[in-house]
T-cell receptor
Framework: DQQVKQNSPSLSVQEGRISILNCDYT??????FLWYKKYPAEGPTFLIS?????DKNEDGRFTVFLNKSAKHLSLHIVPSQPGDSAVYFC????????????????FGKGTKLSVIP | DTGVSQDPRHKITKRGQNVTFRCDPI?????LYWYRQTLGQGPEFLTY????????KSRLLSDRFSAERPKGSFSTLEIQRTEQGDSAMYLC??????????FGQGTRLTVV
């Protein structure tokens, strides 16, 4: 039973346009959500996070939106750059934001983003 | 200290052999995690330490797997009697109590 789902295995976007990566979750206990970026042969790199008390968090070109009622989050990258080409993982945890949790992360399967120059 | 360090980066072993991986976390981080990632999947949680105490273990961590973190610093993950199904990328991560986890580059294990 996959608790975090990324239904698009891949996405291609033109350089300068917006990239939108989607993620759905089923566990209503999740209260902290993160996006990681992964290049081949490297470990995941933290990108941006959002707690369940917010519906939006922005950091430069990256914005994460959370819709708790729909159990859906999305990552927007504007403008997209060729260096953004990587696999993006959505992850979720219970209690991590409050410090009560362990940061045991549940990951989706990832979406491979290709930004075309 | 520039990040989480894992050794070796690659390991090829014959089925039935034992292997041990090492992880050096970011020095001030008290939490340390092991994850496993297979092809086409996201990382899956294996186990977690707070300082030297192993606080959580996934059911993925069979009896052939053991992890230690003596003195709350580096950690080792040992797999005994390896099987072909153990072939995967083994990822270590560390964090402070209320910060994001930072991952190492991983150890790729191939069991032949």
């Amino acid at each position: 039973d996959q608790q975090v789902k990324q239904n698009s295995p891949s996405l291609s976007v033109q350089e300068g346009r917006i990239s939108i990566l989607n993620c759905d979750y089923t566990n209503s206990m999740f209260d902290y959500f993160l996006w990681y970026k992964k290049y081949p042969a490297e470990g995941p790199t933290f990108l941006i996070s959002i707690s369940s008390i917010k519906d939006k968090n922005e950091d430069g070109r990256f914005t994460v939106f959370l819709n708790k009622s729909a159990k859906h989050l999305s990552l927007h990258i504007v403008p997209s750059q060729p260096g953004d080409s990587a696999v993006y993982f959505c992850a979720a945890s219970v209690g991590a934001y409050s410090g009560a949790g362990s940061y045991q992360l549940t990951f989706g399967k990832g979406t491979k983003l290709s930004v075309i120059p | 200290d520039t990040g989480v360090s894992q050794d070796p980066r690659h390991k090829i072993t014959k089925r039935g052999q034992n292997v041990t991986f090492r992880c050096d976390p970011i020095s001030e981080h008290n939490r340390l995690y092991w994850y496993r990632q297979t092809l086409g999947q996201g990382p899956e949680f294996l186990t977690y330490f707070q300082n030297e105490a192993q606080l959580e273990k996934s059911r993925l961590l069979s009896d052939r797997f053991s992890a230690e973190r003596p003195k709350g610093s580096f950690s080792t993950l040992e797999i005994q009697r390896t099987e072909q199904g153990d072939s995967a990328m083994y990822l270590c991560a560390s964090s402070l109590e209320s910060t994001e986890a930072f991952f190492g580059q991983g150890t790729r294990l191939t069991v032949v």
